[in-house]
């Protein structure tokens, strides 16, 4: 698969996985989102794409309500979240938000020229916003290889491999396990279950092009 076309699926992919961790909407349920990941995954890594495809079978029979309820059980409370969807929950030793690792991954996009909108009301270091982190790496790759600057495409292939290995991969794991565990949430536990296969290899070939 060309460069071009195997950067702009991974960034779609991130892009996709992202939108379906935020709260639910009615786009979610209309858009398609777990189709196209079907389609966007089939060839990059497939038991990621199987999981896409039950989680797109599984929305044609559950109603916003109901999704809304399942998404706020196990990530926005009131009572005790099933998977907290914030880095510094698993990573820092207080195991509350806005922790240190929340300022680094903070520092991390004010590095590469990005900051959280005004209105934006999460944390730096929410799930979501995380996955859309590599979706905009993978997109500013995209950019430089379509501008011929091999340099400049390496240097951000090394930038995606960074922020996975020090902000994403050590919380993946957890995070995604206690979503499948839970047993109650069957969308989400396949949306899960997507992640977690598509990040582990996107990771392994990403780690495979840094040494060729």
Not at 56 to 76: K, Q, T
Request: hydrophobic share 45%.
């Amino acid at each position: 698969m060309p460069e071009q076309t195997a950067t702009t699926r991974r960034e779609d992919s991130y892009r996709l996985l992202a939108a379906c961790y935020y709260s639910p909407s009615q786009a979610l349920l209309e858009e398609n989102c777990c189709a196209f990941l079907f389609g966007l995954l089939s060839d990059m890594a497939p038991d990621a794409a199987a999981s896409a495809a039950e989680a797109a079978a599984l929305l044609h029979n559950i109603s916003l309500d109901e999704l809304v309820v399942e998404h706020s059980r196990l990530f926005m409370g009131p009572f005790k979240l099933v998977a907290p969807p914030y880095g510094s929950v698993w990573l820092d030793q207080q195991k509350s938000v806005m922790g240190d690792s929340t300022a680094k991954v903070a520092a991390f996009y004010h590095a590469n020229g990005l900051h959280l909108a005004a209105d934006f009301h999460e944390l730096p270091d929410h799930f979501a916003v995380e996955l859309e982190f590599m979706s905009y790496l993978a997109f500013k790759q995209r950019e430089a290889v379509a501008a011929g600057d091999p340099l400049e495409a390496d240097r951000l292939r090394d930038l995606q491999r960074e922020f996975l290995g020090t902000f994403l991969l050590p919380w993946l794991e957890p995070f995604t396990n206690a979503i499948i565990e839970d047993a109650e949430a069957p969308f989400y536990q396949a949306i899960a279950r997507c992640t977690a296969r598509f990040i582990t290899a996107d990771a392994r070939n990403l780690n495979a092009a840094a040494h060729v």
